[in-house]
């Protein structure tokens, strides 16, 4: 009967083992799913997605290509060339050709029919003679080359007695000129009297009561197509004197002993004007607008100019 008893007892001992492990087994599923629910990574651990980039900004185009054709006086040469150099770095897209002569040979060339923008002349007399609003008197062919309200007095120049290296015939002033003039003893380079130049050489003559066409004839005088072969013959000691502007006797280094007066031979203003036959008007203006700014004045006023405008 003891033995009986003890082995139901074991009996019941292995259903209860088998039954406890039955439920571990189905728990451990249960388990592993509610494991497998859980997010892998905390939400605020995220990393957010990079904005876009800005689109660059388009370039400017390029400005269009323009020529600017430039009539100046001779005696600007120097000076304008400067400029132009100055101008054509700040503004790359500009081409500045120039053309230096007397300013009654560029007034022909412009009347003529070149190519041109920007007139400077080196005496009011030129340039009236393509300005339509000018004096009949003076433009008495009513020629019509002035763009209107462009036109302005840009510089005043000197009319100064220059001498070569060393002055040899010792000349100090107008007087001595006269003087050795009269003598008979003195050689004068003058420029033509279709170029201003020597339209003011004839106004000193006149002055001091000397005949140009006596002074010629005696040999005193010889001339010069424009200021620049003026200032040639002085330089090479070919005359004894000249009379020439401040500016191109400071250009070639030549000595000047007397500076006329405006009773001797008025005011040497040199007018600037836009042309109407120009294809580019308004960068012909912006030129000379740049010419007559800090930067003009200061190159104009270093070789004897006086900027007016």
Not at 60 to 77: G, K, N, T
Not at 95 to 110: A, C, E, H, P
Request: hydrophobic letters at 40%.
């Amino acid at each position: 009967m003891k033995k009986l008893i003890a082995l139901l007892l074991a009996c019941c001992m292995i259903l209860c083992l088998f039954a406890g492990c039955g439920q571990k087994a189905e728990e451990t599923p249960a388990a592993q799913e509610q494991t497998a629910q859980e997010p892998e990574t905390p939400a605020d651990d995220v990393t957010p997605e990079p904005e876009p980039e800005p689109e660059p900004e388009p370039e400017p185009e390029p400005e269009p290509a323009v020529e600017l054709i430039v009539f100046a006086a001779a005696s600007m040469q120097e000076t304008l060339t400067e400029l132009g150099e100055r101008y054509m770095e700040q503004n790359p897209n500009v081409t500045l050709v120039f053309n230096f002569d007397s300013s009654g040979t560029l007034k022909t060339q412009i009347q003529e029919g070149a190519d041109c923008d920007i007139f400077i002349s080196a005496g009011q007399k030129q340039m009236n003679q393509l300005d339509l609003t000018a004096d009949p008197a003076v433009n008495t062919e009513g020629l019509d080359f002035v763009l209107s309200d462009t036109r302005f007095d840009i510089l005043e120049n000197k009319v100064a007695l220059a001498v070569p290296d060393g002055n040899p015939a010792g000349i100090n002033s107008y007087e001595d000129l006269k003087a050795g003039l009269e003598a008979g003893t003195l050689l004068l380079a003058m420029g033509n009297s279709d170029v201003p130049v020597g339209q003011y050489t004839q106004k000193i003559l006149a002055y001091f009561g000397l005949s140009e066409e006596d002074l010629a004839a005696a040999g005193c005088i010889t001339y010069g197509s424009n200021v620049k072969e003026v200032t040639t013959q002085v330089s090479e000691a070919a005359v004894d004197c000249g009379i020439i502007y401040a500016t191109d006797a400071f250009s070639a280094n030549l000595t000047v002993v007397d500076t006329a007066t405006a009773e001797m031979c008025g005011q040497v203003i040199y007018p600037a004007a836009v042309l109407n036959v120009s294809k580019n008007p308004e960068a012909a203006q912006a030129f000379l607008d740049f010419l007559t700014g800090d930067e003009g004045d200061a190159v104009f006023a270093g070789v004897g100019f006086t900027p007016m405008a």
